[in-house]
């Protein structure tokens, strides 16, 4: 139980363009969400906690217009990366908390999304 | 083998060995702790965790201890497997329930057959 999927697993795209990375909780409803960055040989950084049916809460130098965050379910979440540009090329990763694990505390992490942006 | 997290980030073992990886975080309001495994390519993988009313918690071959004193964490695998291969995080939590995690530095652990 307490899988988080994410798609897509990878994706290139040309500089300038938008990208839809989704999150979803797959046997279990996730009140809250939240994104991650991952530069290579660095550690996770969190971007983002976004609960269902409210506004995202950006951790401080994160660009709320860049990083746009939907959580309008209980089981799917979705980053949008707004005209990326190759700094932007990183590996997202999301997590989950919500009706299962312990007592509100573990966060299920999905597999991550590769993102190149040429 | 042991390593300090902050100033050597790579650890490496042979086979049948027990490692120990070091953490010191931050606040010292942090209630809970994780340890996460990491393989690349993929996302981090729950191995222990423990709270702050402890100091010591087992697992299957993992062992975290917690020192709160000096704020240091650490994480102790025994007879350690080329499958623990890994870059291996702590994380601390601060605020009951709330869940938002500070990630540290990370320790790229190499186990030699």
């Known amino acids: 139980g307490a899988v988080v999927s994410q798609h897509p697993s990878w994706v290139i795209c040309k500089s300038g363009t938008s990208v839809k990375i989704e999150c979803r909780s797959l046997d279990f409803q996730a009140t809250t969400m939240f994104w991650y960055r991952q530069f290579p040989k660095q550690s996770l950084m969190l971007m983002a906690t976004?609960?269902?049916?409210?506004?995202?809460?950006?951790e401080q130098g994160v660009e709320k217009d860049k990083f746009l965050i939907n959580h309008a379910s209980l089981t799917l979440s979705t980053l949008t990366v707004t005209s990326a540009h190759p700094e932007d090329s990183s590996f997202y990763i999301c997590?989950?908390?919500?009706?299962?694990?312990?007592?509100?505390?573990?966060?299920?992490f999905g597999p991550g999304t590769r993102l190149t942006v040429l | 083998g042991e390593s300090v997290g902050l100033h050597l980030p790579t650890l490496s073992v042979q086979e049948g060995d027990n490692s120990i990886i070091n953490c010191a975080y931050s606040?010292?309001?942090?209630?809970?702790f994780i340890w996460y495994k990491q393989e690349s390519g993929k996302g981090p993988q729950f191995i222990i965790d423990?709270?702050?009313?402890?100091d010591k918690r087992q697992g299957q071959r993992v062992t975290v201890l917690l020192n709160k004193t000096v704020k240091h964490l650490s994480l102790q695998i025994a007879a350690t497997q080329p499958g623990d291969s890994a870059v291996y995080f702590c994380a601390e939590n601060i605020g009951v329930g709330y869940g938002k995690l500070t990630f540290g530095q990370g320790t790229i652990l190499t186990v030699h057959p």
């Open positions: 976004s609960n269902e049916g409210s506004k995202a809460t950006y």
């Open positions: 997590s989950a908390t919500g009706t299962s694990g312990r007592s509100g505390y573990e966060q299920f």
């Open positions: 606040n010292s309001a942090s209630d809970y």
């Open positions: 423990i709270r702050s009313n402890m």
